[in-house]
């Protein structure tokens, strides 16, 4: 009874259990490899848990979806209409984001179509080029170390503000402004770039204590941030 059950989802599937298990393990080892050069990577503030673990889930579906479908185009047109009832919400904060997300439906369905070797050559060099893309910063025009955002009354001069900053930052852009209701105040946001031998809280500091600002607040945005 065993094994003709065995034999008959073998004949569905055409695969073997042996093959299913085999696929399943390569694409699950490679859904972490890509999860991981993610997580090791990524720049900004958008990180997502969710997101890392959806990497690897989205390779192991692929790989089942890949072994269903099989050679059967009457399945694939199946799974397509049973699939389009999902809706997607969550946005996409990050571009290269995407790009994770197709490396895991390729690696996927190499792996549920038994390519292994393609699917470990796709994932080397996929997280190969990351990782090397991410080490020498390449497409960065300037490295952003933090963010500072404050409220600062009009009442005051800005020259105290501004030259506080350019005491500790070797290059700091003005982001956003954003009066108040009353328009007494502004919230100020900058992107800077620390000097040499001066630590945050020494931005913090100086900010805090030039008469007008208020509420400073100093966040860590390594390359990308969203504010």
Same mark, same amino acid.
């Given at each position: 009874m065993e094994n003709e059950l065995l034999q008959s989802a073998g004949n569905f599937?055409?695969?073997?259990?042996?093959?299913?298990?085999?696929n399943l393990v390569v694409s699950t080892a490679l859904g972490f490899v890509i999860s991981e050069v993610y997580?090791?990577?990524h720049k900004g503030l958008?990180?997502? !848990?969710?997101?890392? !673990?959806?990497?690897v889930f989205m390779?192991?579906?692929?790989?089942?979806?890949?072994?269903?479908?099989?050679?059967?185009?009457?399945?694939?047109?199946a799974l397509v209409g049973a699939l389009s009832i999902i809706r997607f919400r969550t946005v996409v904060k990050d571009t290269k984001d995407?790009?994770?997300?197709?490396?895991?439906?390729?690696? /996927?369905?190499?792996?549920?179509?038994s390519n292994y070797i393609l699917a470990i050559l /796709?994932?080397?060099?996929?997280?190969?080029?990351?990782?090397?893309?991410?080490?020498?910063n390449y497409g960065a025009i300037h490295k952003s170390d933090f963010i500072l955002r404050f409220r600062f009354d009009k009442k005051f001069a800005t020259d105290a503000y501004l030259a506080a900053i350019e005491k500790a930052s070797r290059q700091s852009d003005l982001l956003h402004l954003e009066p108040s209701?009353? /328009?007494e105040t502004t919230m100020m946001t900058f992107d800077i770039s620390l000097r040499e031998g001066y630590e945050p809280e020494d931005l913090a500091? !100086?900010? /805090?204590?030039?008469?007008?600002?208020?509420?400073?607040v100093l966040i860590a945005s390594k390359s990308d941030v969203d504010y």
């Open positions: 599937l055409a695969y073997t259990p042996q093959e299913m298990v085999m997580k090791r990577t958008s990180y997502s !848990q969710s997101f890392t !673990q959806t990497i390779t192991i579906i692929v790989t089942i979806v890949m072994m269903v479908i099989g050679s059967s185009l009457a399945r694939a047109f995407i790009s994770f997300i197709f490396a895991a439906l390729a690696m /996927g369905m190499a792996a549920g179509t /796709g994932a080397f060099f996929v997280c190969s080029l990351t990782i090397l893309l991410d080490q020498f209701g009353d /328009g500091s !100086q900010v /805090g204590n030039v008469e007008g600002a208020s509420e400073v």
